[in-house]
């Protein structure tokens, strides 16, 4: 049996908050970790192996098993749909999924445009109020899309609305709330499960003192 646990990860404000909730939870990791270009990172003493990601990539790596674990902000899960079980709410990362555009505008009544790099999310909420719309996927900086008139509306990720505000847009709808949340492949899952529920009872006792205290 491979002796090291590999874990998935983006790099960035996930990364190191579910780095300090290790942390907390009592595994040793290096203090320069989170400064680290490596896109594998191996920590001995824990046998860990981390696998630096792109964040819609993390669950791909989950479900082929090339990772056992991962970490995948809520959004992604519900994006992505792969075929992993989600076995801890980190309460990392809070942000939401939302529907945004230009001030005092409605949606084109013939042809409604959105731009998101959410297609399946936005689809589906927008079928579930009722709505036929054209979804166009985009990779980045979304909020162009209405101000170009390439989009009535957009979906989008929201932390502190601050991207928004700053290229006059509002806010018109909250879609989901989003958290960071602990997936794992069901092979490593039944193959690895003493250590992976060990792992996931320290986490669960951190996150749930971290709530007490707050």
Same mark, same amino acid.
């Given at each position: 049996?491979?002796?090291? +646990?590999?874990?998935?990860?983006?790099?960035?404000?996930?990364?190191?908050?579910?780095?300090?909730?290790?942390?907390?939870?009592?595994?040793?990791?290096?203090?320069?970790?989170?400064?680290?270009?490596?896109?594998?990172?191996?920590?001995?003493?824990?046998?860990?192996?981390?696998?630096?990601?792109?964040?819609?990539?993390?669950?791909?790596?989950?479900?082929?098993?090339?990772?056992?674990?991962?970490?995948?902000? @809520?959004?992604?899960?519900?994006?992505?749909?792969?075929?992993?079980?989600?076995?801890?709410?980190?309460?990392?990362?809070?942000?939401?999924?939302?529907?945004?555009? +230009?001030?005092?505008?409605?949606?084109?009544?013939?042809?409604? @445009?959105?731009?998101?790099?959410?297609?399946?999310?936005?689809?589906?909420?927008?079928?579930?109020?009722?709505?036929?719309?054209?979804?166009?996927? +985009?990779?980045?900086?979304?909020?162009?899309?209405?101000?170009?008139?390439?989009?009535?509306?957009?979906?989008?990720?929201?932390?502190?609305?601050?991207?928004?505000?700053?290229?006059?847009?509002?806010?018109?709808?909250?879609?989901?709330?989003?958290?960071?949340?602990?997936?794992?492949?069901?092979?490593?899952?039944?193959?690895?499960?003493?250590?992976?529920?060990?792992?996931?009872?320290?986490?669960?006792?951190?996150?749930?003192?971290?709530?007490?205290?707050?």
């Amino acid at each position: 049996m491979n002796p090291f +646990l590999t874990i998935a990860m983006p790099k960035g404000r996930i990364f190191e908050e579910a780095v300090e909730l290790l942390r907390l939870a009592g595994y040793n990791l290096p203090p320069e970790f989170k400064d680290s270009r490596r896109l594998i990172i191996e920590v001995e003493v824990e046998n860990f192996r981390f696998i630096l990601a792109k964040p819609m990539d993390v669950p791909t790596y989950v479900e082929h098993g090339v990772a056992d674990l991962g970490i995948a902000g @809520k959004d992604v899960m519900i994006e992505e749909e792969r075929d992993v079980y989600e076995l801890l709410d980190l309460k990392i990362s809070h942000c939401y999924l939302a529907v945004a555009g +230009l001030p005092n505008t409605k949606m084109n009544n013939v042809a409604p @445009k959105v731009a998101t790099k959410y297609p399946n999310a936005a689809a589906a909420y927008f079928r579930e109020q009722g709505e036929q719309v054209e979804v166009i996927k +985009l990779n980045g900086s979304i909020e162009l899309a209405p101000i170009i008139g390439l989009s009535d509306r957009i979906v989008d990720i929201v932390s502190s609305g601050r991207t928004l505000k700053e290229n006059g847009l509002v806010e018109y709808e909250r879609i989901a709330d989003i958290t960071s949340r602990l997936i794992v492949n069901p092979v490593s899952y039944r193959m690895q499960d003493k250590r992976i529920n060990d792992l996931v009872d320290r986490l669960n006792h951190v996150i749930n003192s971290e709530s007490i205290n707050s």
